[in-house]
Structures are given as C-alpha cells and as structure tokens.
C-alpha cells in the first residue's frame, strides 16, 4: 500500500538553528499537508500545499514556517530560527483530491529543540 | 477554544463487546467528519468518514453515527478485538460547497483499550 514517508524520524536541534522537515507524499496526490502534535495536545493544522502554492495556513505557521515541494516528489516545511516550543511531533499528509476523504499521514518526525 | 472535543481521554473495554467513542462539537459549519486511529510511533490513519447530509456510515465492524442537532458524533466498533487498541482521533472539517479543500480540526483522542 502506498505511503507518505518522512525523513528523519527524530531531529534533535540547538535552539535558533533552523531545521527541515522532509517529506514525500503518495505519487499521485496533489494535496499536502503538515500538521504537528505537541505532546499530550491535540493533532494541529499547519498549512496545506496545493498546486505549488499555500492554500491554507494556521495561526502557527508564522514567519518562521516555510513549505517547499523542491522537485516532483519532495515536501518540506522549513523552520529558519527554532524555539523550544517548536518540539513537536510533525506529520506529514496528502490526498489526491479536494475530498478530504481521509488524508494519509505520514509516521512522523519527532523535533525536539534543546 | 475547542472546536472539537473528545472528553473521554480514555476507555476500557473487554474484547468482543462494543466500544462506542464519543466526540462533540461546536462548529456548526462542520460539514464533513473523520475518525482516525493512531498507534505509537505512526501517524493517524484514516479510519470511517461521514458527511453532514448522512446520520450513519457503516464500514465493517466500524460504524459512525452523527446527530447534528446535538453536534456529537460517536464511533462503535463491534466486536471490539484487542488489535484495536490504540488512541482514536475525531476530527472535522468545513468543505464548503463545491467541496473546497479544508483543514482539519481534530480532537485530543481517546485511548481505546481491548482487553482479551
């Protein structure tokens, strides 16, 4: 069965250093997503990626978040300068049309800034 | 402001019996409703949906009810088996008309155990 991958699976960063968070989507989706869960919190909405542009982002995504789909199968969400309250875990989604029936999410990665 | 809630952060059931896991919400713009199920150390992964013009979705032992006028969703699996143990995701989306891409708004979970 098709999966979303994510890469690396445990990031661990100084505080201000910026990080990526790698991704690569089921081929055929054109829909992405990042979403994060703070640990004991609930599951949050980052920003979704449509047609190589942001379609929807969150309070969350400020300016510090960036999304990038660098070639046809990559999807990245950059953060320039982390914080400790950035640890997260940090799922990766996508799904082939607008339907929302049912993304497929990636294992996640787990951030932790120190 | 929890715009979806799963009050029960946690369940307990013997196998075979049913397990009902509960959600509400206070959206009224909800048009479209997922559950997901998530195990440690992997992300959420689709289970049943349901859409606002439907009050029951069946597939296999997994069967989701809404009851719009309350806002509150609820999930029954029977018979509930031990593999089914895991923490169980509700969440909600505004599709719009036309069915234009939403985020989704998820709830904190509830952990099902099924004890053998």
């Known amino acids: 069965e098709p999966e979303v991958t994510q890469t690396p699976s445990h990031q661990v960063t100084q505080m201000g250093q910026e990080v990526i968070l790698r991704c690569v989507p089921i081929?055929?989706?054109?829909?992405f997503y990042w979403y994060r869960q703070i640990l004991g919190q609930k599951v949050e909405f980052l920003v979704s990626?449509?047609?190589?542009?942001?379609?929807?982002k969150s309070e969350i995504f400020d300016d510090q978040f960036s999304v990038e789909r660098p070639d046809g199968s990559n999807f990245t969400l950059k953060i320039r300068s982390t914080k400790l309250e950035d640890s997260a875990m940090y799922f990766c989604?996508?799904?082939?049309?607008?339907?929302?029936?049912?993304?497929?999410f990636g294992s996640g990665t787990r951030l932790t800034v120190v | 402001d929890q715009q979806v809630k799963q009050n029960s952060p946690s369940l307990s059931v013997q196998e075979g019996r049913i397990s009902i896991l509960n959600c509400d919400y206070t959206?009224?713009?909800?048009?479209?409703f997922l559950w997901y199920k998530k195990y440690p150390a992997e992300g959420p992964t689709f289970l049943i949906s349901i859409s606002s013009i439907k009050d029951k979705n069946e597939d296999g032992r997994f069967t989701v009810f809404l009851n719009k006028s309350a806002k509150h969703l609820s999930l029954h699996i029977v018979p509930s088996q031990p593999g089914d143990s895991a923490v169980y995701f509700c969440a909600a989306s505004e599709r719009g008309y036309g069915g234009s891409q939403g985020n989704l708004i998820f709830g904190k979970g509830t952990k099902l155990s099924v004890k053998p």
């Open positions: 959206n009224s713009m909800f048009d479209y």
């Open positions: 081929s055929n989706h054109l829909y």
């Open positions: 989604a996508s799904t082939r049309t607008a339907s929302n029936y049912g993304y497929t």
């Open positions: 990626f449509y047609n190589n542009e942001i379609s929807e």
